[in-house]
């Protein structure tokens, strides 16, 4: 899928994940612990990756790995606003793009008052 593509396919499902978050009642002015996930087939690449994250303060990420496989989880602590999530999550997509391997998505918990 080209760039583009993912990046307005990514757009539209984070829409859908904040429509689903807030119809449970959430807060999104409350910051929370929100992990966005990419995936890699190497563990080296998994590592340059989260390294790059890292040393460009995009969030704080680590790598976890099966050995098939390798998730870099990157956690920052954010309020659910819209222009927020959107430019987070486009930054992924286009990290993925960068350095081929594979967007997941995001997720977090419900917070309300």
Known sequence: MHIVEQLLYYSERDTELLQSIASRGDDPNMSRDVDFCLMAKDQMKANTV???INDNR???A???GDGDSFRIVTVANIPLHPHI???MSA?????????SVDYVGWGCCVQNA
């Open 50 to 52: 989260c390294s790059f």
């Open 58 to 60: 995009y969030g704080l």
């Open 62 to 64: 680590r790598v976890e």
């Open 85 to 87: 999530v959107h430019s």
């Open 91 to 99: 930054n992924m997509v286009s990290l993925a793009h960068v350095f």
